[in-house]
Structures are given as C-alpha cells and as structure tokens.
C-alpha cells in the first residue's frame, strides 16, 4: 500500500466513533474484550496481555455535542474531560467494557470517579502512577500498582494475564514505539514529505488497532515516504509543546504548516510512544516496565521529574530536532500546561530559543486569528 | 420573613486563642533566618508536620500565607504580578498569589516571608501542590523532597503503598538531619504525635457538638478558627491545649442553648473552601437567612478526625503513612466525599448541602455539578451550587450570589411552612 492509501485508512479509522471501533474488533473475537485508555500515559500493554484491546479515549473532538456533560462540570473545566464523560451518556463508547484514567491532574481524577458513579456497569481503574521519580522505593511501587491493574483486569474479566504474555506485549510495543520514533527522526530529517496531520492522524490510528497492525502501518509509510517527490521550502522548524492531552483540532494542526511552519517535534499522543528506549524484557516484566516508568519516560508536564529542570527535556527536543522556536499550545483550561508553560518559557528564554503560545479547545473551529498570530511569528523569525 | 436574624457578635476565647497561637507561629518564622533555623514548606493537605517538628524543622505553609493575604484584600496585586509573569487567568490563584508575592519582593532572603530551606511536597492528591512546589524551587533554589502520596483508590490503601510512603518517610527524615545536624529520636516523633492525637481529639470534640440544635459554632465560616491549630500547630503542646479550651467552650454553650446566630433556621453541610477575600460579606449572606453551617469538607483537608483516626504513638510512622494515605478529604475521591457529604447531613441533621464551587481549586470543584445532581436527585436533599473563588475577588460576583442564595433559602423557607403545615 501507498503511504496516501494507508493515510487514507487511517483518516477514516480515527473519525468512526469509539464504540465502533471496539464493536468491530470484538465481532471477530466473541468474548474479546476492550480496554480505553484516558491520557496521558497507560500501560497497553497489560491490556494486550490479557488478550484485550487497547483503545485511546480521546474526547469527543469537534464531532460530539455536550447534552449532560455540562451540567457535570463547570465551565472551567477543559474540554475533553466534559467530551469524555459525555461518550458515555450518549453511549458512543458502548462496547468498551474498560476505562483506565491516572493522576495526570485533578480534572482527570476526579473525571475517573464520575465515570464509575455514572456507568457502574463498565471496569473503571485509576492509576496512581508516581511523581517521586528518586527514591528507591518509587520502581518497587511502580511495579506493583500495574499489578494491581492486572488483577483488576483478572477479577473484571475473569482471564489471566501472565508474566511471560507480559513480556511479549512490552515486546510488540517496543517494536511499535521504535517505529513511531524512526517517523519522528524522519520527519526532523524530511518534514516536507510527511506534514503534521498526516504523522499525527497515523499516530492516532495506531492507538485504535491492535500492535500488528500499527506496525504494519508503520513500516509500510516508513518505506514509502522517502520516495515522496516534495521540495523543502523556506519554513520556520518548530516544536509543539502542551497538547498531550486534550486534542487540537486538526484544523489548527493545518493552519501551523499554513502559516508557515514545520512542525519537527511535539507532545502529541504523547503517552503512546512514552518511553525514550526500548524497555528491557529480562526478568519480571512488571518490575522491567515500572522501571522503565520511573527511568525511561519522556519528560511530561502530567510527571514530576526530580532530576532535571522542567525546561530540560524541551530544550532538548528543540536542540535534537533542530527547530528554530517553540509553539506552546496548552488546552484552554488544562492546568499542568499552563503551569509548565510559565517555568519552560523561562528556561527557553535563557536558552535564547523563541516561541509563543496559542491556546485551544477540542471543539475550535476558526482559525483566522491564530493564523494572524502564526504568521506574525513566522515572519519576525524568517526575515530576522 | 419573620424576626430578622442577628450575629450573637461573640468571638470567644476560641478565636482570640487561635489567633495568639498562629502569631506565635509566624514571629518564629519572621525570626526563622536570623536564628539560623532550619524551615520546611508544607502543604496544608494530609500533611506530616508531625515528623517536621520532630526533626527540628520549622513548618511553613505557603498555602497560610495566600489566604491570609486574601482575606487582608492584597491578593489581587500579586496575582496580577504573576499573570504578567506568564502564568494563566486559569491556574489556581493560590499559587499565583505566593509566586507575585516573590516577584513584588515580599518573599526571599531578608524578606518577610523567608524562602524555606527546605520543600517538602507531601502531593496528597492535589496535582497543583506538585506544580507550586517545583515553581517554589525554582525561584528559592531549596532542596525539592517529593513525598508521593497514593491515592485512595482502594477500599483500604494497600501494602505497597504504606511501604512506598513509610519510606519516603524514612528518607525525609535522614534529609532532615542532614540539614539540622540533630539526630532524629523516635520518641521525640511519639511525643509529638501523642499531642497531635489529643488536638486530634479535641477537634472532633468540637465538630461533634454541632450536633447540637442550635450548633454552638458555624462547622464552616468559624472553623478557619481551628483549623490554624489543627492543620499548622499539630503536635504542639499549645495546639493540643487550644483544643481543650474550646470543647469547653463550645460546650458551654451548648449548655446554654446558644448558637453563632441568634436563631438558627436553616442546618447546612458546606462543601468547598471559603471566599477569602469576601469572607465576611459571604458569610452575612446565609446569616440573615439564619442558616449556620453543622458541618463542612473543608475542615476536612488536612485530616478528617470525626470517623475515630488518630496518629498513633505507637506505631509512629505507619500512623502518618496512613494519615496521609487515607485519613483526610483531599486525598479521597470526589465519589468518596459525597458519602462523607452524605453522613454529615444524616448525623448533623442538616437541611441542605451548600456547594461552594472554587475556580481555582478544580481538585474540589471539578465535577461539582455530579454532586449536585447525585444529592438533588439521587437522596432529595436541597442543594445549591454557587460559584466564586478562594483567593482572586475578581471571581466574587455578590449580587448573583446574592440572588441564588436569597431564592435558594426562600424556596427551603416555604417547603418548611408547607412541612410544617401539613403535620
Ligand atoms: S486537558 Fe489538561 S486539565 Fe484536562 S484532563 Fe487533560 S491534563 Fe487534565
Ligand atoms: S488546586 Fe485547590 S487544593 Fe490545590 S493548591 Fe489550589 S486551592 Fe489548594
């Protein structure tokens, strides 16, 4: 298949309801089961080793309208959590039987107990994954909490999930994270043959399907974008930072690369290409993915990391990826992105590295003022 | 309306105690720098001061110090200050209120609010006490302990996670020492918590007697009193000795039948933190409805002592693992606060539940209006849900509060006539 024909699979995928999607897997699979995922980062691979699906639970993008949500929760709060619990009123994720939500921030907590208070049918988890990322305790814990996530699976779904089923999937998942980050190194390499919506909408696909297909995907545009016949043109190469979470419309993702930009990192789908290498398969795997948590993750704003500043791990990218600026682009209301801005910003500032902020909600539709904005910026860099 | 209803205008030796208490505390941190003592920040929620105390570690909370400007009205310059520094109109304005208070040049070395030397982010639940920690790091260049607290999300906390926190436990206090250069004594740790345990104590004293009709106190507007001793003073002598002077005092009271009002009409159970700029103006508007608050969840965030937990001499550290794990509102889910919501209102016998729903804090607000649902349709208890904020004035909107307070308690005062007219 053409890389444009997998892209167009993809598109389609990620615009069907989640129900669907899940309804779907488990017609071929009587008695499968599927699992979502809330942001930002949960173990799939626990989910595959117990013979399960795992789905991203993403909100209800620009497509869901909020009928009992908003009375849930007050304006203030950010979208996607709103879009999330209302999935579940208009019954858009029937079909899934799990939910696992974390300690990402207090919108995301408190979300999880809703969720479980109002669809007492369905599994719901919450993961308190740790923010102490030191002490020697903390790789101990880590592993036992995604134990306690697999007996709740057990006890839920009355399967068994085995260390050695364990091991395979943190295999399977490393081979799909290697592929993930060999598109990012060649969109650094080439971003005129691989644009933003595309790598994003691809991404987002992989998070609906099982591993083998997402690494049939994968491979199959890591072999054909090369061959892409795209001049590099006089673009301003930036990082996008903040949107790790609720998701930008692709609208605003188009209008960056409009407005002048190439966009050579992000924080998309973040917590599904999670871990910077790959995680060791010697030993107990639950203790091998609790350490790589605590050791191996990408920097994130929803993760308290004790051994860097938290503008590091984003000069950092901006520094690997060659990038010129930073758009930081925070959901409106989404507390640790606004937080992490104040202290990145500062740190990108004594670095000299340039950069400005849009703020968006799932459901924006117009994107004429942030064109303006964009524009402005790029121009001020490029004829510098 | 019949007789209008008036404050009883009496303070008590509760407030002028409390209030000695909490000036004590901040000379000593004033003079903290010129002593050469060694300070510690905390935050309020689940905390262990307790062990601080015992390492000879002076407690401060930035979290006192942003209310307390609050209610002195100079909150709004500093979080201003901060907004122009980056930080958005949408973050908790606790945190911006302690940063605009280091960039206005209040905060720092020979400051009035020294720069600890010491954070110690005991993040029991809160996600925002993780990002003002790592800001207050940042600007005072002070050792960031993380003590990782997990969340209730079982019906007990489990073994790995008392481990998890009796070892941090552990680490802090080998930190600790190395900082004051004493040598932590187990028994000096009992002794403190055996304090804490009798101030413990003597709060759900006081919380029980609002079980009395009239209540002796308001469990919400005058519990600010109490919750100095018991969230910042705890362990101390002093703070467990204020708590004895006021169960007899409020017993006293109850004694003579007297309330904070001179009538009181309406019993509330109030959930979420208080308005602090407009303490007092919030405040007037339930008074003159009569309505006195029996119990309240925020009394509740640094521990909640009414359901029998005590820190525990005995097994010192597992009893502050378990305090912080388990034993205090914020810490617990927000499913789990409604069934606390819903024991106070059947204990205390309560009328209706207030919610106060805070723009900054979205650990206790988000979600808020599930809550209301849940009590409204789910028990039949009259609920209302107003909005405003704990520390930004530009949140307080007094004439609609006014309106949905005035036609909430005229709808409650008419069911009562009906009630009442029916037996
Ligand atoms: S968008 Fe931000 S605030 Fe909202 S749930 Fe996600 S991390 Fe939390
Ligand atoms: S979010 Fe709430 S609990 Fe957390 S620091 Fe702000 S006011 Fe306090």
């Given at each position: 298949?053409?890389?444009?024909?997998?892209?167009e699979?993809?598109?389609?995928?990620?615009?069907?309801?989640?129900?669907?999607?899940?309804?779907?897997?488990?017609?071929?699979?009587?008695?499968?089961?599927v699992v979502?995922?809330?942001?930002?980062?949960?173990?799939?691979?626990?989910?595959?080793?117990?013979g399960?699906?795992?789905?991203?639970?993403?909100?209800?993008?620009?497509?869901?309208?909020?009928?009992?949500?908003?009375?849930?929760?007050?304006?203030?709060?950010?979208?996607?959590?709103?879009?999330t619990?209302?999935?579940?009123?208009?019954?858009?994720?029937?079909?899934?039987?799990?939910?696992?939500?974390?300690?990402?921030?207090?919108?995301?907590?408190?979300?999880?107990?809703?969720?479980?208070?109002?669809?007492?049918?369905?599994?719901?988890?919450?993961?308190?994954l740790?923010?102490?990322?030191?002490?020697?305790?903390?790789?101990?814990?880590?592993?036992?909490?995604?134990?306690?996530?697999?007996?709740?699976?057990?006890?839920?779904?009355?399967?068994?999930?085995?260390?050695?089923?364990?091991?395979?999937?943190?295999?399977?998942?490393?081979?799909?994270?290697?592929?993930?980050?060999?598109?990012?190194?060649?969109?650094?390499?080439?971003?005129?043959?691989?644009?933003?919506?595309?790598?994003?909408?691809?991404?987002?696909?992989?998070?609906?399907?099982?591993?083998?297909?997402?690494?049939a995907?994968?491979?199959?545009?890591?072999?054909?974008?090369?061959?892409?016949?795209?001049?590099?043109?006089?673009?301003?190469?930036?990082?996008?930072?903040?949107?790790?979470?609720?998701?930008?419309?692709?609208g605003?993702?188009?209008?960056?690369?409009?407005?002048?930009?190439?966009?050579?990192?992000?924080?998309?789908?973040?917590?599904?290409?999670?871990?910077?290498?790959?995680?060791?398969?010697?030993?107990?795997?639950?203790?091998?993915?609790?350490?790589?948590?605590?050791?191996?993750?990408?920097?994130?704003?929803?993760?308290?990391?004790?051994?860097?500043?938290?503008?590091?791990?984003?000069?950092?990218?901006?520094?690997?990826?060659?990038?010129?600026?930073?758009?930081?682009?925070p959901?409106?209301?989404?507390?640790?992105?606004?937080?992490?801005?104040?202290?990145?910003?500062?740190?990108?500032?004594?670095?000299?590295?340039?950069?400005?902020?849009?703020?968006?909600?799932?459901?924006?539709?117009?994107?004429?003022?942030?064109?303006?904005?964009?524009?402005?910026?790029?121009?001020?860099?490029?004829?510098? | 309306?019949?007789?209008?209803?008036?404050?009883?205008?009496y303070?008590?030796?509760?407030?002028e105690?409390?209030?000695?208490?909490?000036?004590?505390?901040?000379?000593?941190?004033?003079?903290?720098?010129?002593?050469?003592?060694?300070?510690?920040?905390?935050?309020?929620?689940?905390?262990?001061?307790?062990?601080?105390?015992?390492?000879?570690?002076?407690?401060?909370?930035?979290?006192?110090?942003?209310?307390?400007?609050?209610?002195?009205?100079?909150?709004?310059?500093?979080?201003?200050?901060?907004?122009?520094?980056g930080?958005?109109?949408?973050?908790?304005?606790?945190?911006?209120?302690?940063?605009?208070?280091?960039?206005?040049?209040?905060?720092?070395?020979?400051?009035?609010?020294?720069?600890?030397?010491?954070?110690?982010?005991?993040?029991?639940?809160?996600?925002?006490?993780?990002?003002?920690?790592?800001?207050?790091?940042?600007?005072?260049?002070?050792?960031?302990?993380?003590?990782?607290?997990?969340?209730?999300?079982?019906?007990?906390?489990?073994?790995?996670?008392?481990?998890?926190?009796?070892?941090?436990?552990?680490?802090?206090?080998?930190?600790?020492?190395?900082?004051?250069?004493?040598?932590?004594?187990?028994?000096?740790?009992?002794?403190?918590?055996?304090?804490?345990?009798r101030?413990?104590?003597?709060?759900?004293?006081?919380?029980?007697?609002?079980?009395?009709?009239?209540?002796?106190?308001?469990?919400?507007?005058?519990?600010?009193?109490?919750?100095?001793?018991?969230?910042?003073?705890?362990?101390?002598?002093?703070?467990?000795?204020?708590?004895?002077?006021?169960?007899?005092?409020?017993?006293?009271?109850?004694?003579?039948?007297?309330?904070?009002?001179?009538?009181?009409?309406?019993?509330?159970?109030?959930e979420?933190?208080?308005?602090?700029?407009?303490?007092?103006?919030?405040?007037?508007?339930?008074?003159?409805?009569?309505?006195?608050?029996?119990?309240?969840?925020?009394?509740?965030?640094?521990?909640?002592?009414?359901?029998?937990?005590?820190?525990?001499?005995?097994?010192?550290?597992?009893?502050?693992?378990?305090?912080?794990l388990?034993?205090?509102?914020?810490?617990?889910?927000?499913t789990?606060?409604?069934?606390?919501?819903?024991?106070?209102?059947?204990?205390?016998?309560?009328?209706?539940?207030?919610?106060?729903s805070?723009?900054?804090?979205?650990?206790?607000?988000?979600?808020q209006?599930?809550?209301r649902?849940?009590?409204?349709?789910?028990?039949g208890?009259?609920t209302?849900?107003v909005?405003?904020?704990?520390?930004?004035?530009r949140?307080?909107?007094?004439?609609?509060?006014?309106?949905?307070?005035?036609?909430?308690?005229?709808?409650?005062?008419?069911?009562?006539?009906?009630?009442?007219?029916?037996?």
């Open positions: 298949m053409t890389p444009e024909q997998i892209l699979q993809c598109r389609d995928l990620v615009g069907q309801p989640l129900g669907a999607v899940a309804e779907r897997w488990k017609a071929e699979r009587p008695g499968g089961r979502a995922a809330y942001p930002v980062w949960t173990p799939a691979e626990l989910v595959h080793a117990a399960m699906l795992p789905l991203s639970l993403l909100g209800g993008g620009t497509s869901v309208e909020l009928t009992h949500a908003d009375a849930r929760f007050q304006s203030f709060v950010c979208s996607i959590a709103k879009s619990l209302e999935l579940g009123f208009q019954d858009i994720v029937k079909g899934i039987d799990g939910f696992v939500f974390s300690n990402i921030c207090d919108v995301a907590r408190n979300l999880g107990s809703i969720y479980q208070r109002n669809f007492p049918g369905v599994f719901v988890e919450y993961l308190h740790p923010q102490n990322s030191t002490s020697p305790g903390v790789t101990a814990y880590a592993a036992s909490e995604l134990r306690r996530l697999a007996a709740g699976f057990e006890t839920a779904f009355g399967l068994t999930l085995t260390e050695a089923a364990l091991t395979k999937a943190i295999e399977i998942y490393n081979v799909v994270r290697a592929r993930v980050r060999a598109l990012y190194a060649f969109r650094i390499a080439e971003p005129q043959k691989l644009s933003t919506t595309e790598l994003y909408v691809a991404l987002r696909a992989t998070t609906l399907v099982p591993p083998e297909q997402a690494i995907w994968l491979d199959a545009l890591l072999d054909g974008l090369p061959r892409r016949d795209a001049r590099p043109r006089d673009r301003l190469r930036v990082v996008i930072e903040g949107a790790f979470c609720e998701q930008p419309p692709l605003l993702l188009e209008v960056l690369e409009e407005a002048g930009c190439y966009v050579v990192e992000d924080d998309l789908l973040l917590g599904w290409r999670w871990f910077t290498s790959d995680v060791p398969t010697d030993g107990d795997p639950f203790e091998r993915l609790g350490a790589a948590y605590v050791n191996q993750s990408v920097p994130s704003s929803t993760r308290h990391e004790g051994r860097e500043h938290r503008s590091a791990g984003l000069i950092e990218k901006v520094r690997r990826a060659s990038a010129t600026a930073v758009i930081f682009m959901a409106k209301f989404c507390e640790p992105a606004l937080f992490d801005y104040v202290l990145m910003k500062q740190g990108l500032e004594r670095a000299g590295i340039p950069h400005m902020i849009v703020e968006f909600e799932e459901k924006m539709w117009t994107f004429e003022r942030t064109r303006n904005e964009i524009e402005t910026f790029v121009e001020s860099m490029l004829f510098d | 309306m019949a007789t209008p209803v008036t404050e009883r205008q303070q008590g030796k509760v407030h105690h409390s209030r000695r208490l909490m000036s004590a505390w901040m000379g000593e941190l004033a003079r903290a720098e010129a002593e050469g003592r060694t300070t510690g920040a905390l935050m309020i929620s689940g905390n262990c001061v307790e062990l601080l105390r015992a390492c000879h570690v002076l407690p401060m909370f930035p979290e006192v110090t942003a209310l307390q400007n609050a209610i002195r009205h100079k909150s709004l310059p500093l979080i201003l200050k901060a907004e122009q520094a930080y958005s109109s949408d973050n908790c304005a606790y945190v911006k209120a302690d940063m605009g208070l280091f960039l206005e040049g209040g905060m720092g070395p020979g400051k009035p609010m020294p720069f600890p030397n010491l954070i110690v982010c005991n993040y029991v639940g809160c996600n925002v006490y993780v990002k003002w920690f790592e800001h207050l790091a940042d600007i005072s260049g002070a050792k960031l302990f993380m003590l990782d607290v997990p969340f209730a999300r079982t019906p007990e906390p489990t073994a790995a996670d008392v481990q998890y926190v009796v070892g941090q436990l552990e680490e802090l206090i080998a930190l600790c020492e190395g900082f004051t250069g004493h040598t932590f004594d187990i028994d000096e740790l009992r002794e403190v918590l055996a304090h804490a345990a101030a413990e104590d003597g709060y759900a004293r006081c919380k029980d007697l609002c079980k009395s009709h009239p209540a002796p106190f308001d469990a919400y507007f005058d519990s600010i009193n109490m919750m100095g001793p018991i969230n910042v003073l705890r362990g101390t002598r002093e703070a467990a000795d204020f708590f004895d002077v006021a169960v007899a005092e409020f017993a006293g009271l109850v004694g003579q039948g007297l309330g904070p009002l001179s009538e009181e009409r309406f019993r509330t159970v109030v979420g933190p208080p308005p602090y700029p407009y303490y007092k103006n919030f405040r007037n508007l339930f008074s003159k409805w009569g309505a006195v608050a029996v119990q309240s969840t925020y009394s509740t965030v640094g521990g909640i002592w009414e359901w029998g937990f005590r820190h525990d001499p005995a097994r010192p550290l597992e009893s502050i693992a378990e305090q912080m388990r034993e205090n509102l914020t810490n617990r889910s927000i789990a606060r409604y069934q606390q919501i819903r024991r106070y209102v059947d204990e205390w016998k309560a009328d209706a539940l207030v919610i106060h805070i723009k900054s804090c979205r650990l206790f607000s988000a979600g209006g599930d809550m649902d849940y009590f409204t349709r789910e028990l208890v009259p209302l849900l909005e405003s904020d704990l520390e930004d004035p949140y307080y909107a007094e004439a609609q509060l006014r309106n949905r307070i005035d036609a909430f308690f005229e709808a409650l005062e008419h069911k009562k006539v009906v009630a009442a007219g029916t037996h």
